[in-house]
């Protein structure tokens, strides 16, 4: 049985894939551990799950159209890579697997250095700046898409997205959720630390469509007039009021939004005249997605492999400023399963609604939910597993 080290950290979509990878391991008997930047999180995360785990500095590289890289972080990078040595010199491992991200990249360029056996799990569907300097000494390349742009497929073996494949019953989640066990329940989540973005701006298009009584009136004048204030231009109201009639009729809705610890407050304040609007700093993600019937995410692959291992239907709004665009690249791909409906950052304002009403219909939800399943990345762990001990050494 052999070592094997986790390069993984920065965002909760490469950490908690690396994390589930870890425990598969270890269920074969393998050692497991994270090696990240010193005081990131995860080095929490690393912790919260029993996981052994190395910090080591690590620097932020500009990526293309960013403009030259801060001398500082490059000399950090360097200094991680240094350290990574000296670890992994006297961990000796059987294999290093890179999760992508900056401060996976220390311990994987280190790996290569001393010829450890290195492999990659790429989870986007455009093949990202640390992975580009790792892949040419890459032993293999584990991918959570068919196609993913930038790798040669002769390198790619897909995988799927590793992901805490654990589920609770719907009813149990609602009650750790506190939340009611009739509305159809929203879920509204940014990632492991939020999005300022939908904090912003996904309360008031709800308030908009739903009143401060959350409720889905069927071709209701109120509803109606709540979409014609929100929806320009004039000539595509015919098309909101048609969506409106399609919807499901007075149904109560409930949203459950996790906002980050950051900026709950603000969300808070701003929604505390809505008892049908349930902020939150952090949830249990496990009984959040057990219980939501709609999600609006962003569209980092972590989240929408979540979505897709509990059937629920995304609405997603990419993060633009993601590492190569690569947001945008899953959220399309998801959609073109028809496991989600893609609405761009700009349009937000003028689709976002719309996008609420047509997939709150039972019918799209229950196509939505079929297409999600289809896509769910059950047994990827295992499968990731199987393609890391062929590699060890």
Known sequence: MALVVMATGGTGGHIYPAVATAHELIARGHAAMILGQRGGMEERIAADHGLLFQGVEAGKLARSGQGRPDPRELIRAGQGIAQARAVLSKLKPGAVVGYGGFASLPGVLAAQSLRIPTVLHEQNARLGLTQRLAVRRARAVGTAYERVLGLDPRKATLVGMPVREERIDRLAALGRLNLRTGPLTILVMGGSQGSLFLNNNVPDTLRNILGTEGLLESGSAATTARIDLQFEPQGERDLFRDLVSEAVGSEAIQVLHSTGPRWFPEVASRVQDLDWYHATGFVDAVAAWSAA?????????????????????????????????????????????????????????????????????????????????????????????????????
């Not at 947001?327 to 700009?346: C, D, I, K, Y």
């Not at 609604?353 to 762990?381: K, T």
Request: proline share 6%; net charge negative; glycine share 10%.
């Open 293 to 393: 019937d709609l999600a609006i995410t962003r569209a980092g692959t972590g989240t929408l492999a979540e979505a897709a291992f509990h059937g629920v239907p995304t609405i997603m709004v990419p993060l633009p400023e993601s590492a190569e665009n690569h947001q945008f690249h899953n959220a399309r791909m998801v959609q073109e399963a028809g496991a989600g409906t893609l609405v761009e950052q700009p349009r937000v304002n003028a689709e976002l609604g719309a996008a609420v009403l047509q997939c709150s219909s039972p019918a799209v939800r229950a196509e939505m939910r079929d297409a999600a399943l289809g896509r769910s990345p059950v047994g990827a762990a295992g499968r990731f597993a199987d393609l890391i001990e062929g590699k060890l050494r």
